[in-house]
C-alpha cells in the first residue's frame, strides 16, 4: 500500500510539472496514432507515390511518439515497442541486436536519426515471420 501511494504522489508530482509548462497530464496519443493515415506522404518522401512499406510505417510511429513527447518518462521505450509490436502484428519479425535498438531509439529521439533511416535500419534488421513459427526467414 505504501508504494500505491508514492506512486500517486509520484504521478500527483508530475502532473504539476506538466500543467506549470502549460502542458496536459494526459499523454497526447490520438496525434501520433492517426500519422501513418494522414501522413503517408511523410513516409514516402521526395514525392513518391509508390505505397509505404511496414517499416516506414513502424518508423512513423516510433518517430512520432519518441518526438512527440506524450509522456513524462518512458517515451523512447515506448516508440521501440510500439514500432516493433505493428511489424510482428502484420507479419515482421525485427532482428536488430538490443544494443543497437537502444542506439536507434536515443538517435531518433535525439534528433541524430531520420525516420527514414529508421525505416532503412528495421528494412536492414528484419524478416518475414514463418507461419506457425517464432523465426525470421
Known amino acids: 500500500m505504501r508504494s500505491s501511494c508514492a506512486s500517486t504522489e509520484a504521478w500527483r508530482a508530475s ?11 494526459v499523454p497526447q496519443i490520438s496525434s501520433i496514432t492517426t500519422t501513418p493515415e494522414t501522413n503517408i506522404v511523410g513516409c514516402l518522401g521526395n ?3 509508390s505505397k509505404p512499406d511496414l517499416p516506414a510505417l513502424a518508423a512513423v ?7 512527440n513527447h506524450p509522456f513524462s518518462d518512458g517515451k523512447t521505450r515506448t ?7 505493428f511489424l510482428g ?6 532482428t536488430l541486436s538490443e544494443p543497437r535498438a537502444i542506439e536507434m531509439m536515443l ?3 535525439a534528433g541524430k536519426m531520420s525516420q527514414e533511416d529508421v525505416a532503412n535500419l528495421i528494412r536492414e534488421n528484419s524478416g518475414t515471420i514463418r507461419k506457425g513459427k517464432d523465426k525470421a526467414q
Do not use: D, E, Q, W
Not at 506538466?18 to 497530464?25: D, I, N, Y
Open 47 to 49: 514525392g513518391s507515390t
Open 89 to 94: 502484428l502484420n507479419g515482421v519479425k525485427l
Open 107 to 109: 538517435a531518433l529521439a
Open 15 to 25: 502532473a504539476m510539472r506538466m500543467r506549470s509548462r502549460g502542458r496536459s497530464p
Open 61 to 67: 510511429y516510433g518517430h512520432g511518439i519518441a518526438k
Open 79 to 85: 516508440a521501440f515497442v510500439c514500432a516493433a509490436v
